[in-house]
């Protein structure tokens, strides 16, 4: 499966025997956190938010091959306004992608931190064009 689909996997599960299916397969684990921080740090702070989506893509795409993404909590942050999802949809019609989500999976929804938090996010897995594997 892994190898025959464009479309952004969304493992949202711990087993560490995925974890080796997925490296058995050629994905190259990309933490994305410290990358990206780095290279946000370098434009102006006013006009940050406008290059985050533009990075992620550059980082990402500069791994030669198809990536395993961890470690992209930063982008859930709401002074980004981003469509994290919709963002991993874009990246895998450029290059096969499984993302380790870093929240919850309730059967329906991906979710990111709980409500009360501003960085709280809700997905439901209807409106994207991805496969969760549990």
Not at 33 to 39: E, G, R, V, Y
Request: with cysteine; proline share 3%; net charge neutral.
């Amino acid at each position: 499966m892994l190898e025959r689909t464009n479309m952004a996997i969304v493992l949202c599960s711990s087993e560490p025997r995925l974890k080796k299916i997925i490296a058995e397969a050629g994905f190259k684990e990309l933490s994305l956190n410290k990358i990206l921080a780095k290279a946000l740090l370098e434009k102006d702070k006013a006009i940050r938010s406008f290059f985050v989506a533009d990075e992620v893509m550059k980082i990402v795409l500069s791994i030669q091959g198809p990536v395993f993404l961890t470690d992209y909590e930063m982008l859930f942050d709401p002074r980004y306004n981003i469509d994290v999802l919709r963002l991993f949809c874009e990246l895998s019609r450029r290059t096969k992608i499984v993302i380790k989500w870093c929240g919850t999976f309730d059967g329906n929804y991906l979710k990111y931190a709980t409500p009360e938090y501003r960085d709280f996010h809700s997905y439901s897995i209807h409106d994207y064009d991805i496969t969760c594997v549990i």
